[in-house]
C-alpha cells in the first residue's frame, strides 16, 4: 500500500517534471518555428545585404547570448561577470538609454546559458541560446573549450559570434571563420615577453618543461621548443602530466637531477600549488619560476603559504597599470581595477579587463550598427577600430583582435600581501614594464 | 566494495528479472497494435523536419544518438551483466574517425561512420583479451582505465592534433535537417540492432546468462563467446553513435570524448527509464534530453537539480519508469518474444 502511494506520488512528479519541461520545449518550438522565418529572413539578407526592417523594429530588447563557463574549473574567470555585466548595463541602458535600432531605443539584455566548462556542453548550450532564445549576437568566452565550440555554433547558424580568452593559435584551428570572431592572446607573442624575461635573469639557461597534456600544455611545448631552438637556452622536458596530478616528485626529481634552474610550468592553480609545494618539501627551487594559466590571482598567491608565492613569474592577460581606458565607462583600467577592490573583497580579477573590452566592443558594434540584422552586425563587427582598457583593437585578416599577454611577477605589495608587476612587455611596448626583475627570496635560501 | 558490488548487480538482476516477467505478461495480442505504433511512430520521426524548427531539431537528435548509446550500455549491462564504465572509449573513437576523415584528410564524412564501426569492433577484440579476463567490479574499473589511457593517448598523439583536437569544419555547412536524418538513422539503427538480438539465440542466450551465469552454462550456453559477441556489437554501434555525436558537435578533445561523463549520461538513461528493457533507454533518453534543456535555464545548479531528480527515482522506482508501466499498461511495442 505504501508503495502504491510511493509511485503515485511519483508519478504525479514525473508528470508535472515532463508537463513543464515539455512546455518549455514547446515554447521553444513554437519559436522556433518563428525563428526559422526568422531565420530564413537572416539567410536571404545574408545574400541580399539588405535589413529585414519587419524583424528587427517588433525587438523590445537585444538580446545577447553569452555561452559561459558557470559552473567548472573554468568557472574562476566568470568570478567578477556580474559586476562588470552591472556596471556596464547601467551605462549602457540607463545612462545611454540603450542604443538606437531602426529607430528605436532598445536596452540590452543578456542570457547566459552554462558551458560547464564542458566543450560538448558549450556546444549544447551556444545552439540552445541562438535556435530557443534567438539570440541577436552571441558571445563565447574562456580557452578553446568554449571558444572553438561557440564558433562552431556561429558558423553553422549563421549568427555573428564574439569569442574571447583563448590562445589565437587554438581559435584559428576551427577556422576560417565567417561569422565568428575573436578577441584573443597570442601564444608566441606570450612566449617572447616571458623569454625576453628570463633573458634579464642570471641563470644557468636550462629551461624545464612542467607541462600538462592538455591543449595549452600541447601548444605551450611546441611554441617554447620552437622558440628556444637555436638559442643559447637548453630545454628539459620530463614529459607531460595530467591534470589532477597530485604527486610529481619523480617529476621533480628529474628537474633537479638535470640541474634545472628555469621552469616553465603550464598548470592550473591547484596542481601549481601541489607541484610548488612539494618542490620546496623536496628542497628543489628553481631561480625562475613561470607559469601559464594558473596564478592569475592574489589569494592562490597568499595560499603558498609564507613566502612560497614571492616572485612568481606567470602570463597576465590584463593589468591595472595598462595604460588605456574604456569608451564606455569613461575610466581608465587602474580607475576600474580600484572600484572593484572598493566594491569587492580583495585584489582585483584580470578577467574584468576582458569583460569589460567585450561590452566597450558591443556598445560600439551595436551603435555603429544601428540594426540587428545579422549580416549587417557582422560587416560592423569586423569593422570595429576602438581605443579599449587593451589599447586599440581591431581585426587581423583572421578576424582575430590580438590582446596583450604579458610578463608579470607577484611582489610583496602595500595594500595586499602580494602585488603584480609587469617585467616584460616587449611586444606592446606601450604597456610600462618594470626593471629589475626580482629573483624570488625562496631561490636565495 | 567487491560484496557492495555484488549486492547491486543482485538487485540489479532481481530487477531484470521483474520487468522482464511484466513484458512477458504483457505479451499477447499487441500485434496490430504494435505495428500501427511503429507505423505512426516512423511517418512522425521522418516528417518532423517538415514542422520543426531547429531547436526541436537538435533536440530530437540529441535524444536520438543519447537512445542509441542508452541502447548499447543497457545490452552490455542490463542483458549481458557486463557493467561497464568504458563505453566511451568508442563514443571517442568514433568522434575521432569523423574528425580525421573528413578534416585531416578531407575525405566524405560518411566514410567516417564505416571507419568508426570497424575501429571500434578491432579496438574492442583487442582490449577483450584483457579485460574479458576480469569480472565483476574489475572488469567494470578495468574498461574506465581503458577510457582514461585513450585519453591520455589522443592527448599526446601527435596525428591526432595532441589535446587541441579537431574542429570539424566539414559540418558547419550541414543543416540541423542533415543532422538530424544521420542521428534518426543512428537512433533506428541501434533499436533494430537490439531488437533483433534480443529475438535471435544471441538473445535468449544473454538473457539466460543475465538470469543465472552458472544454469546458463550448464544447459550449453559459451559465456565468453557470447559477451565477447554483444561487446563487439556493442562497441561498433556505439562508435557509430559517437561519430554522429560529433557530427553533431563539430569540436573534439580528448578529455571531453574520452570522458567518463558519456557512461554517466548512459546509467542515468538507462536506469531511470528501465534496465534489461528495451523501451527503458528511450524512455531514459526522452526524460535526460529533456530534462537537460530545462536545467539550461539553471545556470551554475542545474547538475545539482539533475543529481536529486536521479536519486529521486533510483529510490522511488528503482526499476525505472518502464518497471512502473509494465504492471499497469498492457502495450509491448518491443516484444522480444516470438509470438
Known sequence: MKKEMYRKILMVALCIVMVFAMAACGGGGSSTGDSSGGSNASTETTGGGEPS?????????????????????????????????????????????????????????????DTESDSNKAMEAATKLVTQDKVDILVGAWTPVGANPISAVAERYEIPAFTFGAPEESWLEGGPYKW?????????????????????????????????????????????????????????????????????????????????????????????????????????????????????????????????????????????????SSPLLGMSATEIADLWQSENEGFYPYSIGYDVAMYDILNDVLTRAGTLDKATLLDAILATDIDTVFGNLSFNENQCMVVPAIATQWLPGETFPFEKKVVSSETFPAIPSYDPIIIPATTQK | MSSVFNKIKDNVTEGVRENQEDAIKRGAGAGKRTILIWGIAIIVLVTVPTYAGDYVLNVMILMLLYMALGQMWNLLGGYAGLVSLGQQSFIGIGGYALAIVSQKYGLPALL?????????????????????????????????????????????????????????????????????????????????????????????????????????????????????????????????????????QAFIQPTNAFGISWTVSMVFMVVIGGLGTVEGPIIGAVIYVVLRQVLYNFPGISMVILGIIAIAIILLAPKGIMGIFGRRVTIDIFSVRRK
Not at chain 1, 88 to 99: K, P, S
Not at chain 1, 254 to 265: F, G, H, P, Q, R
Not at chain 2, 237 to 242: F, N, W
Open chain 2, 112 to 248: 567516417a561512420f564505416g571507419i568508426a564501426a570497424g575501429v571500434s569492433v578491432v579496438f574492442a577484440l583487442v582490449i577483450s583479451i584483457p579485460i574479458f579476463k576480469m569480472q565483476g567490479v574489475y572488469f567494470t574499473i578495468g574498461t574506465w582505465i581503458v577510457s582514461e589511457c585513450l585519453a591520455l593517448w589522443f592527448s599526446t598523439w601527435a596525428w591526432a592534433n595532441y589535446a587541441q583536437g579537431y574542429n570539424i569544419t566539414i559540418t558547419y555547412q550541414m543543416t540541423a535537417t542533415h543532422i538530424y536524418y544521420v542521428a534518426l538513422a543512428i537512433g533506428v539503427g541501434s533499436l533494430i540492432v537490439v531488437f533483433f538480438i534480443l529475438r535471435s539465440r544471441l538473445g535468449l542466450a544473454l538473457m539466460a546468462m543475465r538470469d543465472n551465469e552458472s544454469a546458463a552454462e550448464v544447459r550449453g550456453v559459451e559465456l565468453y563467446r557470447t559477451k565477447l559477441k554483444c561487446f563487439l556489437i556493442s562497441a561498433c554501434v556505439t562508435g557509430v553513435a559517437g561519430a554522429g555525436i560529433y557530427l553533431q
Open chain 1, 180 to 324: 565568428a570572431t575573436g578577441m584573443h592572446f597570442n601564444y608566441d607573442l606570450l612566449c617572447t615577453d616571458i623569454i625576453n624575461m628570463w633573458n634579464k635573469l642570471d641563470t644557468n639557461k636550462k629551461v624545464g618543461f612542467v607541462l600538462d597534456t592538455d591543449v595549452d600544455g600541447a601548444t605551450g611545448r611546441e611554441v617554447y621548443t620552437r622558440m628556444l631552438e637555436g638559442t643559447e637556452y637548453e630545454i628539459f622536458d620530463p614529459g607531460a602530466y595530467t591534470i589532477g596530478t597530485t604527486d610529481f616528485t619523480s617529476m621533480i626529481s628529474k628537474l633537479k637531477e638535470a640541474n634545472v634552474e628555469i621552469i616553465t610550468a603550464d598548470m592550473i592553480t591547484p596542481d601549481f600549488t601541489t607541484f610548488w609545494k612539494q618542490c620546496h618539501q623536496y628542497g628543489y627551487i628553481p631561480k625562475v619560476c613561470t607559469i601559464n594559466k594558473g596564478m592569475h590571482y592574489e589569494a592562490d598567491v597568499e595560499n603558498l603559504g609564507d613566502d612560497g608565492g614571492n616572485g612568481i613569474t606567470f602570463s597576465s592577460l590584463w593589468d591595472k597599470n595598462f595604460p588605456f
Open chain 1, 53 to 113: 526592417a519587419p524583424a528587427t523594429t517588433d525587438k523590445t530588447e537585444i538580446l545577447v547570448g553569452f555561452a559561459a563557463p558557470l559552473t567548472g574549473p573554468l568557472a574562476i574567470f566568470m568570478g567578477p561577470t556580474p559586476w562588470v555585466e552591472a556596471l556596464c548595463l547601467d551605462a549602457i541602458n540607463n545612462q545611454n538609454g540603450g542604443i538606437l535600432v531602426d529607430g528605436k531605443q532598445l536596452p540590452i539584455r543578456v542570457i547566459y546559458a
